[in-house]
């Protein structure tokens, strides 16, 4: 009988630490990746600033908003979720967000100095990775974008990007608006780098009027449109 209890009070002592050093381990998990995601990052002149971020698990998570600056260049997320979902009939992974805001400033110093530094060489090819495909389900979705340059600006509405298969990617978006764009316009894209050409066909459509698009390049060599 002593025996039996022994045997079984064991058992119970490998199985309780068992539990807990998991038990330990998913709370580690979970409190770096908090930290992680929720706290400021720095690198080189990019810096990342997370607002009110909170999470339903280790795969699912929202924000208030996400401001980056590089250089002078700024860039305000609002209201972006991540959700990774790898199994089931609703496998893949989706981002979105409600708006996006961008300032940008070309940094003309830098660039300066570097033409004044470095020669002029031959225009390399502009080459499409051979190797590129999107193996899961996939989808971008931001319901606002407003993009300023200088003294250029865009806006856009309901845009999405998601991938049809593994080697096909589709965009939309609505009210598109700015400069050197004469009426609001929507539009339509399909890329497929499936084979040795990337291939893209679309169309923009405006209240009146719309346009097909066709385009063809080889993927080693995108000058060759």
């Known amino acids: 009988m002593k025996s039996i209890l022994s045997i079984f009070f064991v058992k119970a002592v490998i199985t309780t630490a068992i539990v807990g050093a998991v038990a330990l381990g998913v709370w580690y998990v979970h409190f770096a990746i908090e930290q ?106 931001l319901a606002k974008l407003d993009f300023n340059m200088g003294d250029m600006g865009w806006k856009a509405q309901n845009i999405e990007v998601q991938n049809v298969d593994e080697k096909v990617v589709t965009l939309n978006a609505d009210s598109i608006q700015g400069s050197y764009i004469k009426d609001p316009a929507a539009l339509q894209l399909e890329a497929d780098f499936t084979n040795k050409n990337l291939i893209v066909n679309g169309k923009i459509k405006t209240q009146n009027d719309y346009v097909n698009l066709t385009a063809s390049a080889p993927k080693n060599d995108l000058t060759q449109l």
């Open 36 to 141: 992680i995601l929720s706290t400021p990052h720095t690198f080189g002149d990019l810096t990342i600033t997370p607002y009110g971020h909170r999470q339903n698990n280790l795969l699912e998570h929202f924000y208030d908003s996400i401001h980056v600056q590089q250089g002078q260049s700024s860039y305000m997320v609002r209201g972006p979720h991540l959700d990774i979902t790898p199994f089931g009939d609703n496998r893949g992974i989706l981002l979105e967000a409600n708006e996006v805001s961008a300032n940008f400033v070309a940094d003309t110093t830098t660039k300066a100095k570097e033409a004044d530094a470095t020669p002029a060489k031959k225009a390399e090819p502009i080459k499409f990775p051979d190797n590129i495909r999107v193996p899961f389900p996939a989808k971008v979705r």
